[in-house]
């Protein structure tokens, strides 16, 4: 190995070690990519990438305009009206609720892309009504964190976005591509949850006395609607359906995601009759905050690549993947879903994978399709695999659980979609 080599080797294992102690994401691959850099005597090559990241057409458009559309749906509380609804027809199902759950999940993660935010929204509902019903704390958080899959439906998707630039194609034709796949690899974590939940013996009829004691709730339940109404609670699905609608039936119609969010913002003020101008202000808000957080992100990821690419690490592990196309999926699962588990951060291990490796995908024998759906996937399974991930512990406090037991639940449901994932692509 050269010598920029082992110094880009040094500066993984550190850069690793940033992220495991949560320390700023964007700081330390931004500082790691421009380090590598220098250390090739390469420095420009970072802030070219850095340049050439910021002004990703295609990635702001899409994401700032769902991040601000996001914004107003939760100012005007239509994601709680969504929530009410979907919960409603759940009670007394038996263990049949689980499944049930899951598929309430799955739908509300259409509209609620964060993890985070997702179990912040629908988490203190689903899991009250579980732990009434007889579950342990520790699947009913756990069926919440493994059933966000459908997201991967939404044109909205930061890890669609990507790859769909990476590959050069519109984004409803990157998720009509994986679309089959997805709802196969949901149904998987549904049997597997479920399965897992009678080898644990996690649900009792009557309850368990930790889960009938309400104490264990550590997070207050939010107030949802007691009569949800239908049009706003359509508000957040509407992009999505009409995307769908569109690309399915109208393909001569080229609507971008910022049209249909667009619309669906329009539809919003006119639905919750709200202030237009305080609507607005959010929606710029939230345009910002996705920009700062989101692109931010895949900016700093780039930059992390660049580091890489330029110390020669790119070029050494695409040469030895060429030798294999199975080689390059196993490489382009568990190399996310590790970094993910490691992180606790998904998007970061999926841009950096996705930045540096997808692009090459060809000379693998694959698609960038393909490639990069396993390496987006891997890294989302990784995240809610993870004690670490911001999501993990908001559901497991939800729950009164420790994240360690949520995840001894999660984690077989993970690896084993990963498993089968590499069947698919």
């Known amino acids: 190995m050269s010598f920029s080599a082992w110094v880009a080797l040094a500066v993984v294992i550190a850069t690793i070690y940033g992220l495991i102690k949560r320390y700023e994401t964007r700081l330390v691959l931004l500082l790691a990519g421009l380090v590598m850099c220098c250390c090739s005597l390469d420095p420009m090559a970072a802030f070219e990438q850095f340049d050439k990241s910021m002004t990703n057409r295609a990635l702001i458009i899409s994401i700032c305009s769902s991040m601000g559309f996001a914004a107003c749906v939760t100012l005007t509380k239509c994601d709680l009206h969504l929530v009410s609804l979907l919960t409603k027809p759940l009670n007394k199902l038996g263990i049949l609720l689980l499944p049930c759950c899951m598929l309430v999940t799955g739908v509300a993660s259409l509209a609620i892309g964060s993890l985070a935010g997702l179990c912040a929204a629908i988490g203190p509902t689903l899991i009250a009504l579980m732990l009434r019903a007889g579950f342990r704390p520790a699947i009913a958080a756990a069926a919440i964190i493994s059933a966000t899959l459908p997201n991967y439906w939404s044109p909205g998707s930061t890890d669609n976005i990507l790859v769909a630039q990476l590959a050069g194609i519109p984004v409803m034709e990157q998720i009509n591509h994986i679309s089959f796949n997805i709802l196969i690899l949901f149904g998987l974590c549904i049997v597997a949850l479920t399965t897992i939940c009678f080898i644990f013996g996690d649900y009792k009829k009557g309850g368990f006395q930790q889960s009938i004691n309400e104490k264990g709730l550590i997070r207050p339940l939010p107030e949802l609607p007691q009569h949800p109404n239908l049009l706003k609670a359509f508000a957040p699905l509407l992009p999505v359906v009409l995307l769908f609608v569109i690309s399915l039936w109208f393909p001569k119609v080229k609507m971008s995601v ?60 695409i040469d030895f993947l060429k030798d294999s196309s199975e080689i ?35 000379e693998f024998g694959m698609k960038i399709q393909d490639l990069g759906f396993l390496t987006c996937l891997s ?24 994240p360690l037991e949520v ?8 690896l084993t979609a990963i498993a089968f994932t590499l069947l698919l692509v």
Do not use: Q, W
């Not at 913002?265 to 919750?272: A, C, E, L």
């Not at 390059?328 to 994978?353: E, H, Q, R, W």
């Open 379 to 402: 890294a989302t399974l990784g995240r809610v695999s993870s004690p670490l991930a911001a999501g993990v512990i908001l559901i497991a406090g939800i729950a009164g659980t420790s």
């Open 328 to 362: 390059a999926k196993l490489g382009g699962s568990f190399g996310p879903y590790i970094l993910g588990v490691m992180t606790g951060s998904g998007n970061a291990a999926a841009f950096a994978f996705c930045e540096s490796v997808v692009p090459h995908a060809a």
């Open 407 to 414: 995840i001894k639940r999660s984690a077989p449901v993970s």
């Open 258 to 317: 910022a049209t249909a969010m667009l619309i669906g913002f329009i539809y919003v003020i006119f639905v919750t009759r709200s202030n237009p101008a305080e609507l607005v202000k959010k929606f710029f808000d939230g345009m910002g905050s996705g920009y700062g957080s989101i692109i931010g992100l895949i900016i700093a990821a780039g930059v992390f690549a660049a580091g890489l690419r330029s110390c020669g690490v790119v070029s050494g592990f």
